[in-house]
């Protein structure tokens, strides 16, 4: 009985202190940013994985690279081509 006794007291400690220690708006904001950055560690938004991709062409092919570029002009006359029927 007395074990249930002190824990609830520690923890409506740890509750009033958090309170006032969140009751000046300085701690309150870095608080919040200490949040958003755990939050965006844990949980990576769409952005952030996109700029972890391993891109190491990207469309802009080596002018030595023969297959590489015959594969983006084969895919450039796909797009004019698909256009052109549509319009037509």
């Not at 309150?28 to 991709?53: F, G, T, W």
């Amino acid at each position: 009985m007395k074990k249930s006794v002190s824990m609830g007291s520690l923890v409506a400690v740890g509750i009033g202190a958090s309170a006032v220690w969140l009751s000046n708006k300085p701690n309150r904001i870095k608080a919040e940013s200490m949040l958003r950055d755990l939050k965006r560690k844990v949980i990576p938004n769409v952005y952030e994985k996109s700029e972890q991709l391993p891109i190491e062409k990207a469309g802009n092919p080596h002018p030595k690279d023969l297959p590489d570029n015959e594969m983006v002009s084969e895919g450039a006359q796909y797009a004019v081509q698909f256009y052109n029927e549509k319009i037509q």
